[in-house]
């Protein structure tokens, strides 16, 4: 069974520019939660997607913003990068929301 | 507010005995514990579980205790290996409500394995 995956791996941006990171999760899970981990602040959660809906968000600013399409996969988004933006992104999936949270390998976001 | 703390940012064992690492939390709505492995630059694995209506799980040599009273768990490797060397995070979840699919992460433990 594959494994969550996010594309792309490495990516840096120019300060103001917009970036969009994508997750498609385990197949037959339905939820799928973006993380932010940065060394000063560790994980912290930005938001969930059950079924095409948000269902929970975090303590984000509205630059960061999602989605997730009928077959589950997952997009972030994230406009007007700003310096503090440049951190590893997870995605996460699960079955419902309520089990055991399965992580991609991440993207890393350097904005400079 | 943190409400998840790993108070011990480092923990160092030799191969072969016992790796312990701790957890506490704050937020008495949380029901659900997960510990996770993660190595730099790479998503954290999960590891094992535990639902507040158990107060142990064990996987292989992996082994979690759930103290509700105390608001702690903790991890146990019996016998520690060199490759269990990485960083251990503790996170917690309360699923119901608004709170699907958020884990609460704790800062993290850097667990060494001497060989």
């Known amino acids: 069974k594959a494994g969550v995956t996010q594309t792309p791996r490495y990516l840096i941006k120019t300060r103001g520019q917009q970036v969009t990171l994508s997750c498609s999760p385990i197949?037959?899970?339905?939820?799928v939660s973006w993380y932010q981990q940065t060394p000063g602040q560790g994980l912290q959660f930005l938001f969930e997607y059950f079924s095409e809906t948000q269902r929970n968000k975090g303590n984000f600013p509205g630059r960061f913003s999602g989605r997730q399409f009928s077959n589950s996969r997952s997009e972030m988004n994230v406009s007007t990068l700003e310096l503090g933006d440049s951190a590893l992104y997870l995605c996460?999936?699960?079955?419902?929301?309520?089990?055991?949270?399965?992580f991609g390998q991440g993207t890393r976001l350097t904005v400079v | 507010d943190q409400q998840v703390k790993q108070n011990s940012p480092s923990l160092s064992v030799q191969e072969g005995r016992i790796s312990i690492l701790n957890c506490d939390y704050t937020n008495s709505m949380f029901d659900y514990f997960l510990w996770y492995k993660k190595y730099p630059a790479e998503g954290p694995t999960f590891l094992i579980s535990?639902?507040?209506?158990?107060d142990k799980n064990e996987d292989g040599r992996f082994t979690v205790f759930l103290n509700k009273s105390a608001k702690h768990l903790s991890l146990h490797i019996v016998p520690s290996q060199p490759g269990d060397s990485a960083v251990y995070f503790c996170a917690a979840s309360a699923p119901s409500g608004t709170s699907y699919g958020k884990l609460t992460f704790g800062q993290g433990t850097i667990l060494t394995v001497h060989p």
């Open positions: 535990i639902s507040s209506i158990k």
């Open positions: 996460a999936s699960s079955t419902s929301g309520n089990t055991e949270a399965f």
């Open positions: 197949s037959g899970h339905r939820s």
